[in-house]
């Protein structure tokens, strides 16, 4: 008999309680996720339904867990006192993470059940620095000005709902920062043709010529996925990009970026 998906992460306490250790959060939480996939499209949904994103902090390790990717990422320092945007906050748990060393995070976020993860476990924490906006970035309206945008595995979403060319969706995130601010990428797959479909980021030498454009590259480097299931996650290519008005220009070569897993 195959193995049922959600048993292959190391945490796999899904809704049919299968496991009945659950804390009282991880019943709420994943109540929440119960009723998206009986009422969420199936073809928006990441991972089958379980928790795209993780946060050891609850005990819920999803398909990519916060802290395993934060530590590759080596941006905390970034994030300290900051004002952050996220889009595509998903579960929020990227949020969370963000919220306990930023002045404040904003998580933008089309799932409405996914919202009402994000929104919980904010509460959970008592974490009064961290809003939850219904909607995508493509319509997301604000005044304010944010010290550091988010944009990790996002520029086209399985929705589709992102899909507005990406210089484009750059020039929307320079218009959410101050001066000097950050934008914190994740590529989808960059080992694919680069011929536009979606999640296909084997184009990212144009890419990130046309992020140089508005942002100085200070550094970038591979980080692994943590589950290795074919589809279902991949090793990516993330970048730590400082807006500027005069750029400095990048040698960027995709076959040597995708060798590069250090800073």
């Given at each position: 008999m195959a193995i049922p998906y959600y048993r292959k992460f190391p945490v796999y306490d899904f809704w049919n309680g299968l496991f009945k250790g659950k804390t009282l959060i991880q019943?709420?939480?994943?109540?929440h996720l119960k009723e998206q996939v009986r009422s969420w499209p199936k073809e928006?949904?990441?991972?089958?339904?379980?928790?795209?994103?993780?946060?050891?902090?609850?005990?819920?390790?999803?398909?990519k867990p916060t802290g395993f990717r934060f530590k590759q990422y080596d941006v905390d320092q970034v994030l300290q006192g900051a004002?952050?945007?996220?889009?595509?906050?998903?579960?929020?748990?990227?949020?969370?993470?963000?919220?306990?060393?930023?002045?404040?995070?904003?998580?933008?976020?089309?799932?409405?059940?996914?919202?009402?993860?994000?929104r919980d476990t904010a509460k959970h924490f008592k974490l009064g620095n961290m809003e939850v906006v219904d909607g995508d970035f493509s319509t997301y309206q604000s005044?304010?000005?944010?010290d550091v945008v988010l944009s990790l595995s996002n520029h086209?979403?399985?929705?589709?709902?992102?899909?507005?060319?990406?210089e484009n969706y750059?020039?929307?995130?320079?218009?959410?920062?101050?001066?000097?601010g950050h934008l914190l990428f994740e590529s989808h797959n960059v080992f694919a043709e680069g011929k536009g479909g979606m999640g296909d980021?084997?184009?990212?030498?144009?890419k990130v010529a046309t992020m140089n454009k508005y942002f100085t590259i200070e550094r970038y480097?591979?980080?692994?996925?943590?589950?290795?299931?074919?589809?279902?996650?991949?090793?990516?290519?993330?970048?730590?990009a400082r807006l500027s008005d005069s750029p400095e220009p990048v040698d960027f070569k995709l076959p040597e970026a995708i060798k590069k897993y250090a800073y």
């Open positions: 019943r709420k939480l994943f109540g928006k949904q990441y991972t089958h339904g379980y928790f795209y994103q993780g946060l050891e902090e609850l005990g819920i390790t999803g398909g004002d952050v945007l996220d889009i595509g906050s998903n579960a929020g748990f990227v949020a969370v993470y963000c919220a306990w060393r930023a002045k404040s995070v904003t998580a933008v976020e089309l799932n409405p059940y996914l919202n009402r993860v994000a005044d304010r000005k944010y086209h979403t399985i929705d589709g709902n992102l899909d507005m060319g990406f750059i020039k929307r995130i320079v218009s959410f920062l101050r001066p000097g980021d084997g184009d990212m030498e144009q480097r591979m980080v692994n996925c943590f589950l290795k299931h074919g589809i279902e996650d991949l090793d990516k290519l993330f970048i730590v």
